[in-house]
Each structure stands twice: as C-alpha cells, then as structure tokens.
C-alpha cells in the first residue's frame, strides 16, 4: 500500500535517500589504483592508498582502495616468490616422478616444500599485494 500511495503521490518509485555513504574516489582515482595494482605486482593496498593521497591531497583508506580493486575483479593475493616453471621445468619434474612410481614406503620420507601452510591461530606475517 505504501508502495501505491508513493506512486500516485510523487509519480515515481525512485528513492529520496541514500543507503549509503557517497563514494571518497573519483573514477579517475579508482582507474588509476587499478593501473598501479596492474602494473607492479608487489604494490600493496596502502601503499597505493598513500599515493594517491600523495597526488591528489584527500586521505583514502586501504579498505577502499581493496574494495576498488575487487570491484574491477582483482584481489588479493601472495607476492611472486618463485621464477615460473618453464617447458624443461615440467618435463625434469615429470620424469622424476615416473622414475619414482613404484615406491611404497619411500614415499613417506618425502617432503614436497611447494605445498600449502595454513596458520589458523594467528597472523603469520605474510605479505599480500
């Protein structure tokens, strides 16, 4: 009912009021934390925020600038350690292992130092970019 009496009153079904705070960056800010994400790998969330207070004189949080980034489908993630494998990387690797398939028991004294570190107790000072 409330829906209809709007709509014959004021003609409309827009809203008046805002849900939500208004956006602390331009369009302009926002392409170009995108192009800084994009084109060095290893800059984190506030140090792109404290260029672009640098440039433009207005404090932007490192909150925004992740919401910024995951709006245009970038996220976080680690930093490059490693050089990638190349074609001789992966066939060296495959080879060793089909060298290897028959083992039973000497796997277990293998140790694979790619593999995954979960730390649910704390912080454990991971760097993310």
Do not use: Y
């Amino acid at each position: 009912m409330r829906k209809c009496g709007h709509w014959m009153q004021e003609g409309t079904m827009d809203r008046h009021g805002r849900s939500h705070p208004p956006q602390c960056t331009t369009s302009r800010e926002d392409r170009q934390s995108v192009r800084m994400a994009v084109t060095d790998r290893s800059v984190t969330s506030r140090t792109a925020a404290q260029h672009i207070e640098s440039v433009t004189h207005h404090s932007v949080s490192a909150d925004t600038i992740q919401r910024r980034l995951q709006q245009s489908i970038l996220s976080a993630r680690r930093p490059l350690l490693g050089i990638p494998l190349t074609q001789n990387h992966r066939h060296l690797r495959r080879q060793w292992c089909d060298e290897r398939k028959m083992w039973e028991a000497e796997w277990n004294e293998v140790f694979f130092t790619d593999e995954l570190r979960i730390c649910l107790q704390h912080l454990d000072g991971r760097i993310q970019v």
